[in-house]
């Protein structure tokens, strides 16, 4: 079964913390990739990091930063120095090997208060 | 500038009419996709298309329509079937292959009257 389970449903953190959101994966294909994307208010997601089974270094892209451990299926997401610009919704994101297919979190919600 | 276009923003159905959500990409993708998103869970698929005149149903094609007549074009037909079309409806392209990224539209909020 291919399933990603974001036990988080919202947090709210102040402008300047940190913040990990967490993406726990279920799969038995042994190729497969893993997403995040955020959704602002208006609606549309957008995409911020893709990550292939064979690749667990993590990455580091300006404030934000991925690790990516199979060991726990997980694949989490941490915002540093949080701003307001990043309060939206968050989805975690799991690709099939076959078929095009992907399977989404349920998105943790993050509000950074000012 | 490349993209995906989705119309209309918000669209109301009446009982026991059939509605259509237009999308449109100009990106040259192959592979296009129609989800469901509801509160709290996430975004369900309702059908994707590989290729222009073939389309395979999602986890929740009940009462819905889908056609792929362009390589462009992917429209879904909200039908009278459909007892709880109340959501917000998201289309998404990606070039064909493993592991492709998404690339969405911003959305049709839709609402039954």
């Known amino acids: 079964a291919q399933k990603v389970t974001q036990a988080q449903t919202e947090i709210s953190v102040v402008e300047k913390e940190d913040v990990t959101l967490d993406c726990v994966y279920e799969?038995?294909?042994?190729?497969?990739?893993l997403f995040w994307y955020k959704q602002p208010p208006s609606g549309e997601l957008v995409f911020l990091i893709r990550?292939?089974?064979?690749?667990?270094q993590n990455e580091i892209s300006g404030r934000y930063s991925w690790n990516f451990q199979k060991s726990t299926s997980s694949f989490n997401f941490t915002i540093t120095a949080s701003q307001v610009v990043d309060s939206a919704v968050y989805f975690c994101?799991?690709?099939?090997?076959?078929?095009?297919?992907?399977?989404f979190g349920t998105g943790t919600s993050l509000t950074v208060i000012p | 500038d490349g993209g995906i276009t989705q119309s209309p923003k918000y669209l109301f159905r009446k009982e026991g009419q059939n509605v259509t959500l237009s999308c449109e990409q100009n990106?040259?993708?192959?592979?296009m996709y129609w989800y469901r998103q509801d509160p709290g869970q996430g975004l369900r698929l309702i059908y994707y298309?590989?290729?222009?005149?073939?389309?395979q149903k999602g986890d929740i094609a009940e009462g819905y329509s889908v056609s792929r007549e362009k390589k462009e074009s992917f429209p879904l037909t909200v039908t009278s079937a459909q007892k709880n079309p109340t959501a917000f409806y998201l289309c998404?392209?990606?070039?064909?292959?493993?592991?492709?990224?998404?690339?969405f539209g911003s959305g049709t909020q839709l609402s039954v009257l």
């Open positions: 998404a392209s990606s070039e064909r292959g493993q592991g492709e990224k998404l690339f």
């Open positions: 799969t038995r294909d042994t190729t497969y990739y």
């Open positions: 990106l040259n993708h192959d592979a």
């Open positions: 994101a799991l690709g099939a090997n076959t078929g095009n297919q992907f399977y």
């Open positions: 298309s590989q290729i222009v005149n073939d389309f």
């Open positions: 990550r292939n089974s064979f690749d667990e």
